[in-house]
């Protein structure tokens, strides 16, 4: 076992079943205290790679800077196009023979990562990407087996599996051992890339981040970024297949929109919200507490670890009328500038909210709108396995069963 990979495992597990106390928060506003060690827990998603402390608050700072900023969506939306274009041109053909998008799952997960590397490089992407290409399919496929293997992990204590070896620990090693070393040769390639200068990595290296710091952060970006966008984007397109009139109203919205007014469309907005709410892909968010607080009046004490329920608190009827509907338009907002259907809109947060906040946010929710936007004008979406789909946890919230989605050509198409 790589010490690599063990640093991993354990910075990705640990700090959470260290902790004794456990507040479960769910629900409209009352948490539930459980006190149990034995209660289930769901480790913290996305523990970065980069230290805790100063050293990760300095390097986040530039990042917020990169890829949170208003103009910093403006390198995401060109390797966003390109990537939606080769996804959708792929997918003609199936649209035309009426077969099942086959292995959406991994086929979406490739797309995520295109984008992501993308984005980093640029326009160079377009003549690099034949050189990685053969590298990024067994790469997104070994992915997803290092989270099949950690879901296994996470409900075993991580010494015992590691020390009796179990099969999901050595796959878990030789999965992150590989994926590791194939990202970081990644990293150390792109990074050579002279004239790179409409990408974030341009961006990271002239604002002093480099060597092995760039590779580590380059690693968590590709490790958070993955799954997250392609689960989010099935359980979008699973939504919209199921609602053919929101689909027809979003289509017609959008219809002879640039790609920049596509990004501000509030019906295309409120859709991912609600796909969001309704299916959080991170599921709970896990915090522990730097000092004793009442959260909803009830005291909380330092050094406790929180849980908080973004499903349920999404799905509560407090907050969200018809909390079980697939409603866009309940957040488009009325003459007074309040949401329409939304009583308390941060209780869906699917990025979390604050310093520890996704850094992907605003790339993950440019790739899905314009590929969306590209999807609807050249396709209508058809799931055929509807009743069967639940939602599963696998660290990130997965359907239960591989959708089954057809794409039916519209009669007239345009890009
Ligand atoms: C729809 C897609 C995505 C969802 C739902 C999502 C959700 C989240 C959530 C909830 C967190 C916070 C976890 C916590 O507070 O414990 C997080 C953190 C993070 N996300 Fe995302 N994410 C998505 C896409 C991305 C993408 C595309 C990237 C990379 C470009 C990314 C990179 C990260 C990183 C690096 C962190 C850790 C941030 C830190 O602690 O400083 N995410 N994400």
Redesign the pocket.
């Known amino acids: 076992m790589s010490q690599r990979s063990e640093r991993l495992f354990l910075r990705y597990y640990y700090s959470s079943f260290a902790v004794s106390t456990r507040i479960l928060i769910g629900g409209s506003t009352a948490p539930s205290t459980c006190l149990e060690d034995s209660a289930p827990v769901v480790p913290?998603?996305?523990?970065?790679v980069i230290k805790d402390g100063q050293e990760?608050l300095h390097y986040?700072r530039i990042?917020n800077k990169i890829?949170l900023s208003p103009n910093s969506v403006n390198l995401m939306i060109k390797p966003c196009h390109n990537a939606a274009e080769d996804l959708i041109s792929n997918w003609k053909s199936f649209g035309n023979s009426g077969q099942v998008i086959p292995d959406l799952e991994n086929q979406l997960y490739l797309w995520?990562i295109e984008?992501?590397l993308a984005?980093l490089i640029g326009s160079l992407w377009n003549d690099y990407k034949h050189s990685v290409l053969d590298e990024l399919q067994v790469l997104s496929r070994t992915l997803t087996r290092i989270f099949e293997h950690s879901v296994h992990l996470s409900r075993v204590s991580p010494r015992l599996a590691m020390l009796a070896r179990f099969p999901s620990w050595c796959g878990f090693v030789t999965t992150a051992d590989y994926a590791l070393s194939a990202v970081s040769r990644l990293v150390e390639d792109m990074a050579k890339l002279e004239n790179a200068e409409d990408g974030l990595l341009h961006q990271m290296m002239a604002n002093g981040i480099r060597g092995a710091v760039l590779q580590r952060i380059v690693v968590?970006?590709?490790l958070?970024?993955g799954d997250?966008?392609a689960y989010?984007m099935q359980w979008l397109m699973f939504l919209l297949a199921n609602n053919p009139e929101v689909q027809e109203k979003i289509h017609n919205a959008l219809g002879g929109l640039e790609e920049k007014e596509v990004l501000r469309d509030s019906l295309l907005k409120g859709a991912i919200k609600e796909s969001?709410r309704l299916y959080?892909?991170?599921p709970f968010?896990?915090?522990v507490l730097p000092q004793d607080t009442l959260l909803g009046g009830y005291p909380a004490y330092k050094g406790e670890l929180v849980v908080i329920s973004?499903y349920s608190c999404g799905r509560d009827e407090v907050n969200f009328p018809r909390a079980q509907e697939f409603l866009p338009e309940r957040w488009l907002r009325n003459e007074k500038g309040e949401f329409e259907g939304v009583i308390n809109p941060n209780a869906t947060?699917?990025?979390?909210m604050g310093?520890?906040?996704?850094?992907?946010?605003q790339?993950?929710?440019t790739?899905?709108s314009i590929t969306i936007d590209k999807l609807l004008k050249n396709f209508k979406i058809q799931c055929l396995n509807t009743n069967e789909i639940t939602m599963k946890l696998r660290l990130i919230s997965a359907p239960s069963k591989p959708l089954q989605m057809r794409l039916i050509r519209r009669s007239t198409t345009c890009y």
């Open positions: 913290r998603l996305r523990q970065p990760w986040r990042l890829m995520s984008v992501l984005t968590d970006l590709i958070a970024a997250t966008t989010s969001l959080p892909t991170a968010l896990t915090r973004l947060l699917p990025f979390a310093v520890r906040s996704c850094i992907g946010k790339l993950a929710v790739q899905m």
